[in-house]
């Protein structure tokens, strides 16, 4: 059996067709909410308002998808709350990959 050879409009046009369908209409994925993080959320919560956070680890660009949306989304649930942020990078890159994440998360904007 030969493969038939497909011209590239074809392909792009099905792909724009996919890509029209599922703006209009999106899939939903039933993202689930694990124990941990609503205990992480609810301890930002409790905090009183103004509270200092250290935050710091080993991030680096490699585990950016990852590990970038909590920390924005947390960004922003500590700057809602008012809280003082003070990183502690414990690698090299982690410097760059916070100040990344604070760009991100548009918190230091007013």
Same mark, same amino acid.
């Not at 209409?25 to 956070?53: H, K, Q, R």
């Given at each position: 059996?030969?493969?038939?050879?497909?011209?590239?409009?074809?392909?792009?046009?099905?792909?724009?067709?996919?890509?029209?369908? +599922?703006?209009?209409?999106?899939?939903?994925?039933?993202?689930?909410?694990? !124990?941990? +993080? #609503?205990?992480?959320?609810? #301890?930002?919560?409790?905090?009183?308002?103004?509270?200092?956070?250290?935050?710091?680890?080993? *991030?680096?660009?490699?585990?950016? #998808? !990852?590990?970038?949306?909590? &920390?924005?989304? +947390?960004?922003?649930? &500590?700057?809602?709350?008012?809280?003082? #942020?003070?990183?502690?990078?414990?690698? @090299?890159?982690? @410097?760059? *990959?916070?100040? *990344?994440?604070?760009? &991100?998360?548009?918190?230091?904007?007013?």
């Amino acid at each position: 059996m030969k493969i038939p050879e497909l011209s590239s409009r074809a392909v792009w046009a099905v792909l724009l067709v996919i890509f029209i369908v +599922t703006s209009i209409i999106p899939m939903g994925a039933p993202f689930v909410i694990s !124990e941990y +993080t #609503l205990e992480a959320y609810n #301890l930002f919560e409790e905090l009183p308002e103004g509270s200092i956070v250290v935050m710091g680890g080993a *991030y680096v660009f490699a585990f950016d #998808l !990852e590990s970038s949306a909590g &920390m924005i989304a +947390t960004l922003k649930q &500590m700057a809602r709350r008012g809280h003082k #942020l003070v990183c502690a990078p414990l690698a @090299v890159e982690a @410097v760059q *990959y916070e100040k *990344y994440c604070i760009d &991100m998360a548009r918190v230091d904007e007013k």
